[in-house]
């Protein structure tokens, strides 16, 4: 059985720091492709940032140079660091994982909230 967990949401002032993890309960060398999606009130699930397996990254335009996309192969983990948050940015945040085999994996998901 294949799980992504997510953790590290949380309420944060606008210009905040927060950091999200993904852990993966398999060698996340499996996942072609890992990243993570959000998905606001009333809004559809948008892509926020993807690895692939060699290390390129997809970043959607409206986190660009302030979110950073990373993994410990070591500890089968996707970290996404986000700074300078904006009240734009509350949503809850989404893992995802294309498995080798094509099928895609979803964690549970993690609330954001950028509020003073």
């Known amino acids: 059985q294949v799980q992504l967990v997510e953790s590290g949401g949380g309420l944060v002032q606008p210009g905040g720091s927060l950091r999200l993890s993904c852990a993966a309960s398999r060698s996340i060398f499996n996942f072609n492709v890992m990243g993570w999606y959000r998905q606001a009130p009333g809004k559809e699930r948008e892509l926020v940032v993807r690895?692939?397996?060699?290390?390129?990254?997809n970043y959607a335009d409206s986190v660009k140079d302030r979110f950073t996309i990373s993994r410990d192969n070591a500890k089968n983990t996707v970290y996404l660091q986000m700074n300078s948050l904006k009240p734009e940015d509350t949503a809850v945040y989404y893992c995802?994982?294309?498995?080798?085999?094509?099928?895609?994996?979803w964690g549970q998901g993690t609330q954001v909230t950028v509020s003073s």
């Open positions: 690895i692939t397996n060699g290390g390129s990254t």
């Open positions: 995802n994982g294309r498995y080798f085999n094509g099928r895609d994996y």
